[in-house]
């Protein structure tokens, strides 16, 4: 969405319609003082139009003002955080048409009730601010908002990526490799694919990836200690923004980057093209229904499942939520993926997805998340393992939250993620009722112990949790203020 050119209109119309309406003028007034007509200032005011110079100097003498007042970009006290947001990157980059958002409609919402809309912008603008929101940060909220709303299924990739191996004549039961992107991009593509020397830079030691466009080809440096399915994945990436033609990219997998929406966004059409090609759905979608078909739970299978996809655990459990939606009718489910140090007891949430609307872990800023999890008892064991090199375990376990009863079913992955030195866990949820329950044939299996769980520490009213790592604050504030509240109104009855 580009607001720049709409900016001096729309800053204009607002500041006529906050003069106007300071000086108690209705549109017929200005306009029997102007000479200009009441539908031709109503356009103004809504940023529709711009005035030419000498409608600019009727408008300042009805109002009696400078001309150079109604000119000036400057708008007054009030009005400031509206000119701070079209001032930011945040509405000039963010394409809202793809939130089903109309730049008219928002442009006429800011003229309408241009004093009410400022305080509230404000208030989202000093909540930022607080949390010590980036703009990157913004993209990062507004891009998982974008899959949410469609259920992180998107068709015109799914057939994009069909359309590119039945062009490279794929067999449907051929899965492409390393190999295979490593020549097509090469061969077809013109790029050169080396290793990344984090010798001389070692700050480049966790980057995984770095593309630098030459003159002529492009330059891939791959970091050495990557794995071959983590090398796969971003031969694949790179291919999708070649053959989709994505032209705004990130240039690194560090995401410090990041400068526009599009350049997110780019990458995730790219990352989601990637994993389509080589993860089939075809493939995909039969292999979980056998898997669901089985009456007990059989970590070894999804392992087997990853390792023929020859795929990391993370970008597997992406994939599934790809698919749960549409051929699974599954879709109360989340992502999560959380980091820990080997020897430390904390973790943190660096990933996470919701699909619907359900009770589920979200990030929480300086809290404790609940150690009931598999999520994080899985990182606990992953930790105690003498030997975690190419290692990856996995769990299952059935989930129940302790303040609304609601159950899911979590299976967690964990692995040491190279080249950090840190543990991963990567978890997908699923909401149980009891559709999902018959679709999903093991978990009726009494094998499954039903685990008591909450969000974090601090909310939570299980008392006498013996993994407990801080006191309920926030649940003990929250009860407070209801007991005040009920105080309060118990006092005015009488």
Same mark, same amino acid.
């Given at each position: 969405?580009?607001?720049?050119?709409?900016?001096?209109?729309? %800053?204009?119309? %607002?500041?006529?319609?906050?003069? !106007?309406?300071?000086?108690?003028?209705?549109?017929?007034?200005?306009?029997?003082?102007?000479? %200009?007509?009441?539908?031709?200032?109503?356009?103004?005011?809504?940023?529709?139009?711009?005035?030419?110079?000498?409608?600019?100097?009727?408008?300042?003498?009805?109002?009696?003002?400078?001309?150079?007042?109604?000119?000036?970009?400057?708008?007054?006290?009030?009005?400031?955080?509206?000119?701070? +947001?079209?001032?930011?990157?945040?509405?000039?980059?963010?394409?809202?048409?793809?939130?089903?958002?109309?730049?008219?409609?928002?442009?006429?919402?800011?003229?309408?009730?241009?004093? /009410?809309?400022?305080?509230?912008?404000?208030?989202?603008?000093?909540?930022?601010?607080?949390?010590?929101?980036?703009?990157?940060?913004?993209?990062?909220?507004?891009?998982?908002?974008?899959?949410?709303?469609?259920?992180?299924?998107?068709?015109?990739?799914?057939?994009?990526?069909?359309?590119?191996?039945?062009?490279?004549?794929?067999?449907?039961?051929?899965?492409?490799?390393? /190999?295979?992107?490593?020549?097509?991009?090469?061969?077809?593509?013109?790029?050169?694919?080396?290793?990344?020397?984090?010798?001389?830079?070692?700050?480049?030691?966790?980057?995984?990836?770095?593309?630098?466009?030459?003159?002529?080809?492009?330059? &891939?440096?791959?970091?050495?200690?990557?794995?071959?399915?983590? !090398?796969?994945?971003?031969?694949?990436?790179?291919?999708?923004?070649?053959?989709?033609?994505?032209?705004?990219?990130?240039?690194?997998?560090?995401?410090?980057?990041?400068?526009?929406?599009?350049?997110?966004?780019?990458?995730?059409?790219?990352?989601?093209?990637?994993?389509?090609?080589?993860?089939? !759905?075809?493939?995909?979608?039969?292999? &979980?229904?056998?898997?669901?078909?089985?009456?007990?739970?059989?970590?070894?299978?999804?392992? $087997?499942?990853?390792?023929?996809?020859?795929?990391?655990?993370?970008?597997?459990?992406?994939?599934?939520?790809?698919?749960?939606?549409?051929?699974?009718?599954?879709?109360?489910?989340?992502?999560?993926?959380?980091?820990?140090?080997?020897?430390?007891?904390?973790? $943190?949430?660096?990933?996470?997805?919701?699909?619907?609307?359900?009770?589920?872990?979200?990030?929480?800023?300086?809290?404790?998340?609940?150690? !009931?999890?598999?999520?994080?008892?899985? +990182?606990?064991? &992953?930790?105690?393992?003498? $030997?975690?090199?190419?290692?990856?375990?996995?769990?299952?376990?059935?989930?129940?939250?302790?303040?609304?009863?609601?159950?899911?079913?979590?299976?967690?992955?964990?692995?040491?993620?190279?080249?950090?030195?840190?543990?991963?866990?990567?978890?997908?949820?699923?909401?149980?009722?009891?559709?999902?329950?018959?679709?999903?044939?093991?978990?009726?299996?009494?094998?499954?112990?039903?685990?008591?769980?909450?969000?974090?520490?601090?909310?939570?009213?299980?008392?006498?949790?013996?993994?407990?790592?801080?006191?309920?604050?926030?649940?003990?504030?929250?009860?407070?203020?209801?007991?005040?509240?009920?105080?309060?109104?118990?006092?005015?009855?009488?």
């Amino acid at each position: 969405m580009a607001l720049k050119s709409e900016n001096t209109r729309l %800053l204009f119309g %607002l500041k006529l319609k906050q003069l !106007r309406v300071d000086k108690k003028l209705s549109l017929g007034d200005l306009s029997a003082k102007s000479g %200009l007509s009441v539908s031709y200032i109503n356009e103004i005011e809504k940023g529709k139009k711009y005035p030419k110079p000498d409608k600019i100097n009727a408008l300042a003498g009805a109002m009696e003002v400078d001309a150079d007042a109604l000119i000036s970009p400057k708008l007054s006290k009030r009005l400031e955080p509206i000119t701070e +947001l079209l001032d930011s990157a945040i509405l000039t980059e963010l394409p809202l048409e793809l939130f089903g958002i109309d730049p008219a409609t928002l442009l006429q919402l800011l003229s309408e009730a241009p004093s /009410k809309t400022s305080a509230f912008i404000g208030t989202l603008i000093e909540i930022a601010r607080n949390y010590n929101m980036s703009v990157e940060q913004f993209y990062f909220s507004a891009l998982r908002t974008y899959q949410e709303m469609y259920d992180n299924y998107f068709e015109d990739l799914e057939q994009e990526a069909e359309r590119f191996l039945s062009e490279k004549g794929v067999p449907e039961e051929q899965l492409i490799d390393e /190999k295979y992107l490593t020549a097509l991009l090469t061969d077809e593509y013109h790029y050169q694919i080396q290793t990344l020397d984090d010798n001389g830079h070692p700050e480049l030691d966790s980057v995984r990836s770095v593309m630098i466009p030459k003159k002529g080809h492009s330059l &891939l440096l791959l970091n050495k200690r990557l794995s071959s399915d983590q !090398r796969t994945f971003i031969l694949g990436r790179e291919l999708g923004y070649q053959f989709l033609n994505l032209k705004k990219r990130l240039f690194t997998t560090a995401l410090v980057e990041a400068e526009s929406f599009e350049q997110l966004l780019n990458n995730y059409f790219a990352s989601y093209f990637a994993s389509a090609i080589l993860i089939k !759905r075809s493939l995909l979608v039969s292999r &979980l229904r056998d898997f669901f078909a089985l009456e007990t739970w059989q970590p070894e299978r999804l392992l $087997d499942m990853i390792a023929f996809f020859n795929t990391t655990p993370e970008s597997f459990c992406y994939r599934t939520s790809n698919v749960f939606p549409k051929y699974f009718g599954i879709n109360q489910l989340f992502f999560a993926r959380f980091n820990g140090y080997p020897g430390h007891n904390r973790y $943190d949430m660096t990933k996470e997805l919701h699909l619907g609307r359900k009770h589920y872990p979200h990030t929480k800023k300086d809290e404790h998340y609940c150690r !009931r999890w598999a999520a994080l008892t899985i +990182l606990q064991e &992953l930790s105690e393992e003498t $030997d975690t090199k190419g290692k990856i375990l996995c769990k299952a376990q059935l989930s129940q939250y302790a303040d609304t009863g609601e159950k899911y079913l979590v299976v967690s992955f964990a692995k040491n993620m190279a080249p950090d030195i840190q543990n991963v866990s990567v978890n997908m949820g699923i909401f149980l009722d009891e559709a999902t329950r018959a679709k999903i044939k093991f978990t009726s299996s009494p094998e499954f112990q039903v685990r008591e769980v909450n969000g974090t520490c601090e909310r939570c009213a299980i008392f006498s949790c013996k993994e407990r790592m801080a006191a309920p604050v926030v649940l003990q504030k929250r009860n407070k203020t209801e007991l005040l509240k009920n105080a309060l109104k118990q006092l005015v009855s009488e």
